[in-house]
């Protein structure tokens, strides 16, 4: 449904964060 896509594409962005704030350190 496109409720599971938002949550996915909201997850997926978080990762992102994440993933960058990781190759800062």
């Not at 997926?12 to 964060?17: D, N």
Request: proline share 0%; net charge negative.
């Amino acid at each position: 449904t496109l409720e599971l896509l938002e949550a996915g594409a909201e997850l997926t962005r978080q990762l992102h964060q994440y993933g960058y704030a990781l190759g800062d350190l």
